[in-house]
């Protein structure tokens, strides 16, 4: 079982930054999909970005550029580096984690991101 704690949510204005984390303990997976997603009420769950254990990053259109997904050394912690912030931004932000082959589980508590304009 592996547990996944995000934060680093808060309030920011509009162009701003935020560095979100999510620290994984418990089981280990020599190979792997960490995720980030994030979700407003009444709408579904968005995929934002995911990097690889090996490093490989991919991200949504709608933060390519201006958002950029990084690992430590020892793949413990996720970063979300999120910059040039817009108040569609705002929703509650998840990490997950992909064992190789299988979809993406053990979604975290969530924390929240709130871009004022």
Known sequence: QVQLVESGGGLVQAGGSLRLS????????????????RQ?????REFVGAIGSRGTSTYAASVKGRFTISSDNAGNTVYLQMNSLKPEDTAVYYCAIAPSGEDFRSFGQGTQVTVSS
């Open 22 to 37: 999510c620290a994984a303990s418990g089981r280990t997976f020599s190979r792997y999909v960490m995720g980030w997603f």
């Open 40 to 44: 407003v009420p009444g709408k579904e």
